[in-house]
């Protein structure tokens, strides 16, 4: 059974830095594509950025230059780091797994993690 359990959301002054981390455990890893996606208030859930088994990447254009996905498959974890933050950017975000060697335009997200709360805040 795949489980991913996501850290490090948090309040964090505009401008500011967060790093998330997403933990992977029930699947081989090295297998996956992983990608974080964010929901807001009253808003759709929209896919943040994608990293494929082999590290190709790709963001959402209201977060590219400011974002950035990457994977340890020693930690079986996911990272987001989220710079020069925006209020706008403020959601749940969630962590999710994909399909075995789906390519990052092919992605589909079907495990999905619990979420953590980033507040971007003055």
């Known amino acids: 059974q795949v489980r991913l359990v996501e850290s490090g959301g948090g309040l964090v002054q505009p401008g500011g830095s967060l790093r998330l981390s997403c933990t992977a455990s029930?699947?081989?890893?090295?297998?996956?594509?992983l990608a974080w996606h964010r929901q807001a208030p009253g808003e759709e859930r929209e896919l943040v950025a994608v990293?494929?088994?082999?590290?190709?990447?790709l963001y959402a254009d209201s977060v590219k230059g400011r974002f950035s996905i990457s994977r340890d498959g020693a930690k079986n974890t996911v990272y987001l780091q989220m710079n020069s933050l925006k209020p706008e950017d403020a959601a749940v975000y969630y962590c999710?797994?994909?399909?075995?060697?789906?390519?990052?335009?092919?992605?589909?997200?079907?495990?999905w993690g619990q979420g953590t709360q980033v507040t971007v805040s003055s």
């Open positions: 999710n797994a994909g399909m075995p060697f789906a390519s990052a335009g092919g992605y589909v997200p079907y495990s």
């Open positions: 029930g699947i081989s890893f090295g297998q996956y594509p």
């Open positions: 990293i494929t088994h082999d590290s190709y990447t």
